[in-house]
């Protein structure tokens, strides 16, 4: 049969099985969503309030679901709002397609109106991405870009379509989504191809007195915490993990310790430090997990597993490498290793779980008084979402994630605006669980048009706003580092986010004492849309521990250390 270039576009999403596409129109892609109006209801388009705010939400969607998250945007300054969105997609490994639509193929490269070479400026952050201009080839790139997103290491691909390209129409034969080649396919042949690599980590972790293993995101990705857990309790030995990793191990086992690195706890860091071999399971060894490169787990062999070849040997030398898919390796490490005993090491760690507790002020309200709050309210079975800054490592250090993708972060980015629009697509995701979004006064101004977006979709979603007046973790720095020399890091208006919330439909609510944030919580976990709680804190409260920048981790401190 013959179709539009619009409606294949819309008829490939189908066959994906795709049911949410974040977005947000222009004429160069009006062609879609007047096909997409005809199909409203078998994928349901959720109207951002921004551009940035839909691969946001797109993102949300995948990392709460390991499904992938879709997003449309028109030419122009349409495409190049979704930028920063999609590098955070790229840098923390989310599979999201990305669908722009351009000028028409003539008008391409004369700086038409609403022209962007927007291919050009995403080959760094994506990987892959198509410009298509010729409609015979449209449903086979949409295909492909689907199958790449989820391949291997996941990641954003963009599909940018000229106007024309969308109207011109083509034979179309319908196609049934073919299984993906998923990460765990990659290690079907592991044991024939990777033998040696398996052999020589067994011999490793046999040998071990003082194991240590390191969990990262791609633990999560893979689907790996049955493994995971097995492979803890074989190996008797603690786990640590970084930001992207939480939820992979739970976070009430008696093995773990905390998050690893910068503001990691004194436990891990000194655990790692310590430690005569780490086990290092779907991490890339960031510059803010390792602190000082060269005396990073300098007493250690490293076992690094990952599917991604190229991250091996890329910050950290490591002893020994396995490639492939975390789920595959530790289920082929768990048949062959036998029960090890590290009694002692293990005892030296509880040791140390007793001198360095993670601990905040007895009285006022506080980031870390909230986190703690927020789990016991939820019971720990909320999806937490955070933006980025002080709150976002209270949230990691604070909340106990027993489940893979239930916390949300910009992690290799970093990026100040991204956890409004993610809880978003996390609770379009998940209409059955309760999605908080905690996110500082600074990073909330990035996004909080997207309030509306909420209002609209009628989400019961929770904004938790941890206002101390100022950019927290800049002027953290600036205390410790700058002389206090707090250059344009304070925030001293009078923006009142309680109106803000009301004016754009939300209930608003403050709280300035622990007693009123209970109480504000309590409502808002009960309400049936959306609720902004503004947490008045102190300006000078400080993430600890804290490794300063260039310094070893075992160099960990805490205000009682300075």
Not at 57 to 65: L, Q, V
Not at 347 to 368: F, N, T
Not at 484 to 505: I, P
Request: hydrophobic content about 40%; glycine content about 10%; overall charge negative.
């Amino acid at each position: 049969m013959q179709l539009t270039g619009a409606e294949i576009i819309i008829e490939c999403l189908k066959e994906q099985g795709v049911d949410t596409v974040f977005g947000y129109p222009g004429g160069a892609i009006l062609n879609v969503y007047d096909e997409l109006y005809k199909h409203r209801d078998e994928i349901r388009h959720i109207l951002t309030s921004h551009e940035q705010g839909a691969s946001h939400a797109a993102d949300g969607y995948a990392r709460s679901t390991g499904k992938v998250g879709v997003c449309f945007a028109t030419s122009g300054p349409g495409a190049t709002n979704l930028v920063t969105g999609i590098a955070t997609a790229y840098m923390d490994s989310v599979p999201v397609v990305a669908i722009t639509c351009n000028v028409g193929v003539s008008l391409l490269g004369k700086d038409s109106f609403q022209e962007i070479d927007i291919t050009g400026i995403t080959t760094p952050i994506t990987k892959h991405n198509f410009i298509v201009k010729d409609v015979t080839k449209l449903a086979e790139t949409i295909r492909r870009a689907f199958a790449i997103a989820k391949k291997g290491r996941p990641g954003p691909v963009l599909v940018d379509v000229p106007k024309d390209v969308t109207a011109n129409r083509t034979d179309y034969e319908p196609a049934a989504a073919k299984p993906s080649h998923s990460v765990h396919q990659i290690g079907e042949d592991l044991e024939r191809e990777r033998a040696q690599e398996l052999e020589t980590a067994l011999a490793l972790l046999r040998e071990s007195k003082k194991p240590f293993i390191f969990v990262g995101g791609g633990a999560v990705i893979s689907g790996a915490s049955g493994e995971l857990r097995r492979f803890v309790s074989l190996m008797q030995a603690p786990v640590c993990d970084s930001l992207m990793g939480k939820g992979a191990f739970d976070g009430t086992d008696a093995f773990y310790t905390g998050m690893l690195g910068m503001h990691g706890t004194k436990v891990s860091n000194f655990g790692v430090s310590e430690c005569d071999l780490l086990v290092v399971v779907g991490a890339r060894f960031s510059d803010r997990v390792i602190g000082n490169a060269s005396r990073f787990a300098s007493n250690a062999k490293i076992v690094q597993i990952d599917i991604d070849a190229a991250e091996v040997n890329k910050n950290i030398p490591v002893t020994a490498s396995v490639i492939g898919d975390a789920k595959d390796v530790l289920a082929k490490l768990n048949e062959r290793l036998g029960q090890q005993e590290h009694d002692e090491w293990l005892a030296h760690i509880v040791r140390l779980k007793e001198k360095y507790p993670l601990k905040y002020a007895d009285e006022g309200l506080s980031g870390p008084y909230m986190v703690e709050e927020i789990y016991r309210q939820t019971k720990g079975d909320a999806i937490i979402v955070t933006e980025v800054g002080q709150h976002q490592m209270w949230a990691a250090q604070y909340y106990r994630y027993q489940k893979p993708r239930t916390l949300l972060t910009s992690g290799g980015l970093g990026t100040m605006g991204y956890g409004l629009g993610a809880a978003i697509g996390a609770q379009v995701a998940n209409p059955g669980r309760q999605v908080i979004n905690f996110a500082g006064d600074g990073c909330f101004r990035m996004n909080m048009n997207e309030i509306a977006t909420a209002v609209r979709e009628h989400l019961p979603l929770v904004e938790v706003v941890v206002n101390n007046h100022v950019l927290g973790m800049v002027r953290q720095w600036q205390d410790l580092f700058y002389e206090k020399h707090y250059s344009a890091t304070v925030l001293s208006d009078s923006v009142d986010y309680v109106k803000l919330a009301e004016a754009m439909g939300a209930k608003g609510m403050r709280a300035t004492t622990r007693e009123e944030f209970n109480t504000a919580l309590e409502e808002a976990l009960a309400a049936d849309g959306p609720v902004v709680i503004d947490a008045v804190i102190d300006c000078d409260d400080k993430v600890w521990p804290m490794v300063a920048p260039g310094a070893p981790i075992s160099e960990a401190f805490t205000a009682e250390d300075l």
